[in-house]
Protein backbone atom coordinates (compact mmCIF):
# COMPACT_ATOMS: atom_id res chain seq x y z
CA UNK A 1 0.00 0.00 0.00
CA UNK A 2 1.09 3.41 -0.48
CA UNK A 3 0.01 7.05 -0.08
CA UNK A 4 -1.51 8.98 -3.31
CA UNK A 5 1.37 10.49 -5.24
CA UNK A 6 1.26 14.22 -3.58
CA UNK A 7 1.65 12.87 -0.23
CA UNK A 8 3.97 10.12 -1.42
CA UNK A 9 6.00 12.90 -2.87
CA UNK A 10 6.23 14.92 0.37
CA UNK A 11 7.11 12.18 2.12
CA UNK A 12 9.52 10.98 -0.20
CA UNK A 13 10.98 14.72 -0.32
CA UNK A 14 10.93 14.61 3.87
CA UNK A 15 12.97 11.42 3.29
CA UNK A 16 15.83 12.85 1.56
CA UNK A 17 16.55 15.13 3.85
CA UNK A 18 19.12 14.64 6.56
CA UNK A 19 19.03 12.98 9.56
CA UNK A 20 14.78 11.87 8.39
CA UNK A 21 13.63 8.46 8.07
CA UNK A 22 10.63 6.94 6.60
CA UNK A 23 8.57 7.28 9.91
CA UNK A 24 9.87 10.84 10.70
CA UNK A 25 8.83 11.69 7.03
CA UNK A 26 5.66 10.19 7.62
CA UNK A 27 5.10 12.09 10.79
CA UNK A 28 6.35 15.54 9.16
CA UNK A 29 4.17 15.00 6.22
CA UNK A 30 0.72 14.71 8.22
CA UNK A 31 1.85 17.35 10.50
CA UNK A 32 1.66 19.71 7.65
CA UNK A 33 -1.54 18.02 5.99
CA UNK A 34 -3.51 18.24 9.21
CA UNK A 35 -2.39 21.79 10.41
CA UNK A 36 -2.92 23.93 7.84
CA UNK A 37 -1.23 26.87 9.18
CA UNK A 38 2.21 25.33 9.93
CA UNK A 39 1.69 23.73 6.13
CA UNK A 40 1.39 26.92 4.52
CA UNK A 41 4.40 28.82 6.71
CA UNK A 42 6.31 25.77 5.63
CA UNK A 43 5.61 26.38 2.56
CA UNK A 44 6.07 30.45 1.97
CA UNK A 45 9.10 30.29 4.12
CA UNK A 46 10.63 27.27 1.72
CA UNK A 47 9.79 29.65 -1.75
CA UNK A 48 10.89 32.84 0.17
CA UNK A 49 14.17 31.04 1.44
CA UNK A 50 14.93 29.21 -1.99
CA UNK A 51 14.35 32.97 -3.74
CA UNK A 52 15.86 35.24 -1.44
CA UNK A 53 18.93 33.53 0.14
CA UNK A 54 21.98 33.21 -1.35
CA UNK A 55 26.08 32.47 -0.95
CA UNK A 56 27.99 35.49 0.02
CA UNK A 57 30.60 36.30 -3.20
CA UNK A 58 33.26 36.88 -0.53
CA UNK A 59 32.85 34.14 1.84
CA UNK A 60 30.32 31.74 0.90
CA UNK A 61 28.19 32.45 4.07
CA UNK A 62 24.12 32.48 3.68
CA UNK A 63 22.81 36.02 2.69
CA UNK A 64 20.37 38.38 1.36
CA UNK A 65 22.41 40.13 -0.72
CA UNK A 66 25.46 39.75 -2.75
CA UNK A 67 27.83 40.47 0.81
CA UNK A 68 26.41 38.74 4.01
CA UNK A 69 26.77 41.23 6.91
CA UNK A 70 30.33 40.44 8.28
CA UNK A 71 31.89 40.88 4.81
CA UNK A 72 30.30 44.23 4.87
CA UNK A 73 31.31 45.27 8.00
CA UNK A 74 34.54 47.34 7.53
CA UNK A 75 34.93 47.05 11.55
CA UNK A 76 35.90 43.23 11.29
CA UNK A 77 39.33 42.25 10.85
CA UNK A 78 40.11 41.34 7.25
CA UNK A 79 43.42 40.24 7.58
CA UNK A 80 42.17 37.20 9.82
CA UNK A 81 39.80 34.27 7.93
CA UNK A 82 38.40 31.13 10.49
CA UNK A 83 37.63 28.63 7.37
CA UNK A 84 34.68 26.69 8.78
CA UNK A 85 32.27 24.16 7.53
CA UNK A 86 28.69 25.27 7.78
CA UNK A 87 27.19 28.60 8.43
CA UNK A 88 25.64 27.17 10.99
CA UNK A 89 29.19 27.85 12.88
CA UNK A 90 29.46 30.75 11.69
CA UNK A 91 26.27 31.77 14.17
CA UNK A 92 27.93 29.61 17.11
CA UNK A 93 30.74 32.24 16.71
CA UNK A 94 28.91 35.11 16.18
CA UNK A 95 26.98 34.29 18.91
CA UNK A 96 30.09 33.24 21.17
CA UNK A 97 31.25 36.72 19.96
CA UNK A 98 34.65 35.31 20.45
CA UNK A 99 36.26 36.41 17.02
CA UNK A 100 36.68 39.68 15.32
CA UNK A 101 37.48 38.63 11.64
CA UNK A 102 36.24 37.52 8.56
CA UNK A 103 34.85 33.73 7.71
CA UNK A 104 35.75 31.19 4.89
CA UNK A 105 32.06 28.73 4.75
CA UNK A 106 33.11 25.59 2.76
CA UNK A 107 29.49 24.46 2.95
CA UNK A 108 29.95 21.02 3.97
CA UNK A 109 33.44 18.32 5.39
CA UNK A 110 35.36 16.19 3.45
CA UNK A 111 33.25 12.63 3.75
CA UNK A 112 33.11 9.88 1.83
CA UNK A 113 30.29 8.21 3.17
CA UNK A 114 27.56 11.12 2.08
CA UNK A 115 29.55 11.81 -0.84
CA UNK A 116 31.14 14.93 0.10
CA UNK A 117 34.31 15.05 -1.77
CA UNK A 118 37.06 17.98 -2.06
CA UNK A 119 35.36 19.57 -5.10
CA UNK A 120 31.87 20.32 -3.49
CA UNK A 121 33.96 22.14 -1.07
CA UNK A 122 34.55 26.02 -1.73
CA UNK A 123 38.79 25.78 -0.85
CA UNK A 124 39.34 27.20 -4.63
CA UNK A 125 37.67 30.30 -3.66
CA UNK A 126 39.12 30.86 -0.09
CA UNK A 127 42.88 30.38 -1.99
CA UNK A 128 41.74 32.70 -4.65
CA UNK A 129 40.65 35.40 -1.74
CA UNK A 130 44.29 35.19 0.04
CA UNK A 131 46.51 35.45 -3.31
CA UNK A 132 44.61 38.89 -3.43
CA UNK A 133 46.15 40.21 -0.57
CA UNK A 134 46.03 41.81 3.31
CA UNK A 135 45.22 38.43 4.61
CA UNK A 136 47.58 37.40 6.98
CA UNK A 137 46.41 34.09 9.01
CA UNK A 138 43.97 31.67 8.00
CA UNK A 139 42.43 29.62 11.16
CA UNK A 140 41.23 26.36 10.48
CA UNK A 141 38.41 26.17 12.24
CA UNK A 142 36.40 23.13 11.10
CA UNK A 143 35.13 20.53 13.82
CA UNK A 144 37.77 18.30 15.99
CA UNK A 145 35.92 15.35 14.43
CA UNK A 146 37.20 12.93 11.65
CA UNK A 147 35.70 14.76 8.93
CA UNK A 148 36.65 18.14 10.10
CA UNK A 149 40.60 16.97 11.07
CA UNK A 150 40.34 15.43 7.19
CA UNK A 151 38.69 18.53 5.68
CA UNK A 152 41.32 20.70 7.77
CA UNK A 153 44.33 19.27 6.35
CA UNK A 154 43.01 19.02 2.54
CA UNK A 155 42.68 23.41 3.19
CA UNK A 156 46.21 23.72 4.51
CA UNK A 157 47.31 21.29 1.65
CA UNK A 158 46.00 23.85 -0.94
CA UNK A 159 47.36 26.99 0.92
CA UNK A 160 50.71 25.34 0.91
CA UNK A 161 50.65 24.26 -2.83
CA UNK A 162 49.66 28.20 -3.19
CA UNK A 163 52.53 29.36 -1.93
CA UNK A 164 51.62 32.69 0.18
CA UNK A 165 55.30 32.57 1.96
CA UNK A 166 53.82 34.96 4.44
CA UNK A 167 51.23 33.48 5.32
CA UNK A 168 49.61 32.18 8.75
CA UNK A 169 48.19 28.93 9.07
CA UNK A 170 46.72 27.88 12.38
CA UNK A 171 44.10 25.43 13.62
CA UNK A 172 42.16 25.53 16.63
CA UNK A 173 43.90 24.16 19.79
CA UNK A 174 43.76 20.72 20.76
CA UNK A 175 41.82 19.82 23.76
CA UNK A 176 38.48 20.32 22.19
CA UNK A 177 36.55 17.60 23.14
CA UNK A 178 36.75 14.91 20.42
CA UNK A 179 34.53 14.35 18.18
CA UNK A 180 32.41 17.83 19.65
CA UNK A 181 31.09 20.12 16.42
CA UNK A 182 32.11 23.73 17.09
CA UNK A 183 28.17 24.53 17.60
CA UNK A 184 27.79 23.17 20.47
CA UNK A 185 31.25 24.48 22.12
CA UNK A 186 30.39 26.73 25.20
CA UNK A 187 31.76 30.33 24.80
CA UNK A 188 34.85 29.83 26.87
CA UNK A 189 36.17 26.33 25.49
CA UNK A 190 35.68 28.27 22.09
CA UNK A 191 37.75 31.32 23.25
CA UNK A 192 40.48 28.97 24.59
CA UNK A 193 40.55 27.09 21.52
CA UNK A 194 41.07 30.27 19.33
CA UNK A 195 43.69 32.02 21.86
CA UNK A 196 45.48 29.01 21.81
CA UNK A 197 45.87 27.94 18.45
CA UNK A 198 48.83 26.81 16.71
CA UNK A 199 50.90 27.21 13.94
CA UNK A 200 50.08 24.10 11.38
CA UNK A 201 51.97 25.35 8.21
CA UNK A 202 55.29 22.90 7.40
CA UNK A 203 56.34 24.38 4.30
ZN1 LIG B 1 30.53 37.02 3.55
Known amino acids: MS ?3 PVEELVEAFEALPGIG ?3 AERLTFH ?4 ARSGGSLRDALARCLAEARRCVEC ?8 CPVCSDDERDA ?11 VESLERAGVFSGRYH ?11 TEERHLSIGALVERVRKGGVTEVILATDPDKEGEATALLVLEALESAGLPDLRVTRLARGLPAGSAIEYLHKGVLE ?5 RRQVRRR
Do not use: C, Q, W
Open 3 to 5: YPP
Open 22 to 24: RVS
Open 32 to 35: VLRD
Open 60 to 67: GNVSEGDL
Open 79 to 89: TTIAVVEEPRH
Open 105 to 115: VLMGALNPADG
Open 192 to 196: DALED
